[in-house]
């Protein structure tokens, strides 16, 4: 069970009384009449599918009702932070690293960050880099 | 002045009027209390709720001229007068609930319009949509713990709490008004489930029912 912090409730709550909302900070089209299909088509259907650090909406279900924004690992399922609609987040994949060290846990810069998640033939994953 | 249509849809005459709880106790019979029952399970029916939705500050002192209490600002917490009988709760960061003694709530809106004028709000009498279970006895926490996700103990939620959170699979408003009790604010859709649940959770403790 995940234990999320509501920034508008300002407080911890259980995960049940949340909801996943999908990838945070899709910026619409400022003109969709005249967008191209690969844009409007992009903000509409097409998603990152992060492995690491992920900024996604989340919804306060039941409780305030509101949505907000969450940074969390999509392989470890660390939530680093929560925060508001309409901010931005301090932690992001480019910073992560560092911010680990600073607080003395051990960082992984690359590679496989879940125990058991490393696939059978890892050069295959190699081969797919290269 | 808001450009709003109000209408009161509280009936003249209260006789035939039903709350939420209607068909559970039309259709269960009362369990018999023992000897010692260390809960007991009331219904405040037919009060008058009203949603506010708008800025914190412009509604803050709308509420505190009309009904002379303050809007609670911090998350999860509640306001009420000296008596009890009328009461604020923080549901959102722009939405509160009010509830009154029946037959208030057309006379509090129309007011509260009033003095609101045409700023950005919303008022919504929802006062048909849900009823007020209210719980007390030795064991009442204990009946709450098994029933919700959220910490109920004292350390974590002091008189004046109040929240929306996740009671037995469906949704509920649990607020703590007073020391030796605690409120359920629930759906009317919900109402028979709730009222149900509570008597099999309180059972073990032997639980006393107030029909209203
Ligand atoms: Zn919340």
Redesign the interface.
């Known amino acids: 069970m995940f234990h999320i912090y509501c920034p508008?409730?300002?407080?911890y709550?259980?995960e049940?009384?949340f909801h996943p909302s999908g990838q945070a900070h899709l910026r619409r089209p400022a003109d969709p009449a005249n967008s191209t299909d690969d844009e409007w088509g992009g903000y509409l259907f097409f998603r990152d599918n992060e492995r690491g650090v992920h900024h996604e909406m989340w919804l306060h279900a039941?409780?305030?009702?509101?949505f907000f924004n969450m940074t969390r690992n999509s392989a470890t399922y660390e939530i680093y932070e929560t925060y508001k609609m309409g901010e931005r987040p301090s932690v992001t994949a480019e910073n992560v690293g560092d911010l680990k060290r600073q607080s003395g846990v051990q960082a992984e810069t690359s590679g496989w960050q879940t125990v058991g998640a490393r696939p059978e033939s890892e050069s295959l994953n190699e081969e797919e880099q290269a | 002045m808001s450009n709003i249509k109000e209408f009161d849809c509280r009936p003249v005459s209260q006789e035939g009027a039903e709350s939420p709880m209607a068909w559970t106790h039309q259709h269960h019979e009362s369990r018999p209390a023992g000897p010692n029952p260390g809960v007991r399970i009331a219904e405040k029916a037919f009060l008058g709720h009203l949603i506010l939705r708008g800025g914190a500050i412009v509604l803050d002192e709308a509420v505190r001229d009309v009904l002379g209490i303050a809007l609670p600002g911090?998350?999860?917490t509640m306001t009420q007068n000296d008596a009890g009988t009328h009461s604020v709760q923080w549901?959102?960061?722009d939405?509160w609930l009010v509830i009154v003694p029946g037959g208030e709530e057309f006379e509090l809106e129309a007011k509260l319009r009033k003095a609101l004028g045409d700023a950005h709000f919303s008022i919504v009498n929802v006062s048909g949509g849900q009823t007020v279970l209210t719980l007390s006895g030795t064991n009442a926490r204990e009946v709450l713990m098994k029933s919700v996700?959220?910490d109920v103990h004292p350390s974590a939620f002091p008189v004046g709490k109040g929240?929306?959170?996740?009671f037995a699979k469906a949704?509920a408003i649990i607020r703590r008004p007073a020391e030796d009790h605690w409120e359920l604010v629930v759906r009317r859709s919900f109402a028979d489930y709730t009222y149900r649940w509570l008597l099999d959770a309180a059972a073990e403790y032997g639980v006393t029912q107030e029909r209203a």
């Open positions: 508008y409730c300002d407080e709550r259980e049940e009384e039941v409780g305030c009702r509101k | 911090r998350p999860n549901l959102g960061p939405e996700v959220y929240v929306t959170t996740v949704t």
